[in-house]
């Protein structure tokens, strides 16, 4: 028996083992046409995989060994994402290229991202993940990756799924590009909201004025409306007169809007459509003309443009000089100078505010009206819905499915173009007026018979990088050039994601793959089933993420054993994750945990090792006999079993009945319950003193086989939660067997245990009523020694009148005991 446990010896031992006998050989001797594939998202090239990263790894490493010991072909892909404004923020930075030499910055970024997947494949190498050397790791923007984005692109341009629009959306100042919401905070700040005079026009009403409340008066000149609620009895007699805006005297009408609370502040609004969302609105309601003063640095332009909702410029405005040229900043600071002394400002009263960030780079994010290109969502997104609604996309947990359809419900349509230079171009080219779309110019040239000297300009921005992520589906198994790996393994049987995402990327896949696949009813989903994980939170509640800078690098837990400064184990750490990985939305990593289960693993350790050393391998040795009693499928009724082994396998075929449930339903963390409760209760603290005792064993071949029985179902059970550890002990099983063959008989390459015994329901009985008696003793002190037959097991308790003890709480004397089993006495 091995007398310690120590994880970084055994990992290090393994690895070699998996690299050297297990490289190319995922799918060796699976010669069905059974197969398994899982999606997860690929993670960012901005950095290392952090714990969040490594709980899903874990939960798709979990599914493929399992899946694969069932016999399937098993599938999971592995990929980086090339993150297009996140990598640009991070080359741009570790490169300070001023002149933002594209070119150079590019080729910088190719090379940082070559590191970086060198380093993703050692970090799954080392905790322990799969990987089929075959199956390459994808970048969302490799050459065939390009070539799979332009085509989708061009399909859904030409099908009339993308257009271009200019329409408001969120506009980094600083990066001068479209911000998706997903990367936006908003920060609380306290601001000043004023109160501002707009004078009518008509000199004849008797207030002379109407206040408007806002905190963006540097948005004055973008004013076409006043807008109040028509219930206001304050103000609704004033609707359709008119106002001059402050300083330059524009006329305006007052106008009616449900988007007024009554009770809010002074219950009137100045309507800049061009500089808000909410305003945006009310003009395409009222039919309001759009005022442009902002170009896209947030200068204030000297000419302020006035369109009408069709984007038709109707004419211009000059700004004030004196305004001229300020920044958005200095714009409202002079505005404000301007209206205080002007006597302008009603009021002004401080406020919390909330002001939104680029997550990425914290440059602050204004409304900002822009020709973008998006994707009409309103078709795609009902067949999304109907394909969950129909069940044949199922949610786990299926709570998950009210945030899909919310989101799903009220979606618009999709801006999938970005200012960036990190990212895949848009597949678009122009000939003046005539707008071109295709894999490349070359492709355009030939399918439009567009001579050469014609001059083709290919669309400045880039794609979304949700756009490319919503293909990843099927793009990651070689469509559209081949399909040899999407005809086995697609739909996927299982994608796996945070619930931050199921709007962003869950979704979309679903929308664009049940288009692009929309003539197949077998291939328009992308997946069957969908586990949503908790997202990992620090001990502050905070989300674990690059941007809030509170990364939990595995390693780092890994080498802290609070107490003793010990390697804790990759095992240990997988099994924790797993087991905290429940219905709930967020995860509160606690590293205290990871001792928790370090000492598991060592309690697994000891105990297989136990079981090793009183087996007699010189009668196993994969005998005829052992393979009709331990390999075979068939359920087998052995007479003379005793009652500790009929036990004991009965709690197995427990465990073995509810692990196929507990997988399905994605309830890793009950099934470990079930495990840990087997290993330290079932096991360690009562079959293992059974066996200690030597008690008189009546069959010796039919013992040893049932105790080998048992330690070769434990390994193959704990196998896909704990690898390295069962990985081992396999291996000093078959070394034991003489089996030198370890490829072949690695645990992923041996068959998940069924049930094969059938136990005597009875005998039971016997060794529960024993345990019971065991623990009612042992809730007292410990002065007296309970045995069984004489033998010693493993409780002294203080004494006193055990018979009272044992007829008030169960209802039985030794004597009924006695009769029922005469092997089972209790002296003292």
Sequence with gaps: MKNKYYPKIIEDYIKNIWNLYNKNNINKNKNNNNYYSILLPPPNMTGNIHIGHILQYFIVDFYIRFNKMLGKKTLSILGIDHAGISTQILIEKKILNENKDINLLIKNTLNFKKNIKFKLINDLNNIGVLIDNKNKIRFTLDKHYQYSVNKIFSTLYYDGLIYKNNKIINWDIKLKTVIPDLEIINKKKIDYIWYIKYYFVNSEIKDKFIVISTTKPETIFADSAIAINKNDIRYNKYIGEKVLVPIINRIITIIHSDEVIINHESGCIKVSPSNSFNDYKIALKNNLKIIKIFDNNFIIKDFFEIYDLNNNLIYTEECPNIFKKLDIISLKKNILNFLINNNYIFNKKYKIINVKYNSRNMSKIEPYITNQWYIKTNNISKIAINLVKNKRILFFPKKYEKIYFNWLNKIEDWCISRQIWWGHKIPIWYNKNIIYSGINEKDIRKKFNIPKNTKLIQEKSVLDTWFSSSIWSFVSLGWP????????????????????????????????????????????????????????????????????????????????????????????????????????????????????????????????????????????????????????????????????????????????????????????????????????????????????????????????????????????????????????????????????????????????????????????????????????????????????????????????????????????????????????????
């Design 481 to 828: 050039n081949n399909i040899n790996k999407l005809i086995k393994y697609y739909p996927h049987n299982l994608v796996i994601s945070g619930f931050d995402i199921i709007f962003f990327w869950i979704s979309r896949m679903i929308m664009i793959s049940s288009y692009i696949f929309r003539k197949n009813s077998y291939l328009n989903l992308p997946f069957k089933n969908i586990y949503i994980t908790g997202l990992i939170t620090d001990k502050n509640g905070n989300k674990i993420s690059k941007t809030k800078n509170n990364i939990i690098n595995y390693l780092d837990i890994l080498n802290t054993n609070i107490k003793n400064k010990e390697y804790l184990g990759i095992d240990s750490l997988r099994i924790s994750l797993l087991s905290l990985n429940s219905t709930c939305k967020y995860i509160n990593f606690n590293e205290k945990l990871i001792l928790t289960y370090n000492k598991f693993c060592n309690k697994i350790w000891n105990v297989l090792y136990f079981i090793i050393s009183k087996i007699d391998f010189n009668i196993i040795k994969y005998s005829f006999y052992l393979k009709k009693i331990v390999l075979s499928k068939k359920k087998i009724y052995i007479n003379n079993i005793n009652l500790y082994n009929n036990w004991i396998i009965d709690k197995l075929n427990t465990i073995l009945s509810i692990y196929n449930n507990l997988t399905k339903n994605y309830r890793l963390d009950i099934l470990i319950k079930y495990i840990y409760n087997f290993i330290y209760i079932d096991i360690s603290r009562y079959y293992i003193e059974f066996i200690k005792n030597k008690i008189k064993i009546k069959n010796k071949i039919i013992n040893n086989y049932i105790l080998f029985y048992l330690l070769d179902t434990i390994i193959k059970i704990l196998h896909p939660i704990v690898p390295f550890i069962t990985e081992k002990i396999n291996i000093d099983i078959l070394l034991k067997l003489k089996i030198n063959n370890i490829n072949n008989n690695l645990l992923i390459n041996n068959k998940f245990p069924n049930i094969i015994f059938d136990i005597k329901k009875d005998c039971n009985n016997i060794i529960n009523i024993l345990l019971y008696i065991i623990k009612e003793i042992g809730k007292l002190n410990r002065n007296i020694i309970v045995y069984i037959k004489k033998k010693k097991i493993f409780y002294n308790i203080i004494k006193i009148n055990i018979n009272k003890i044992i007829c008030n709480k169960i209802d039985i004397k030794f004597l009924l005991l006695e009769k029922i089993e005469k092997d089972f006495i209790i002296n003292y």
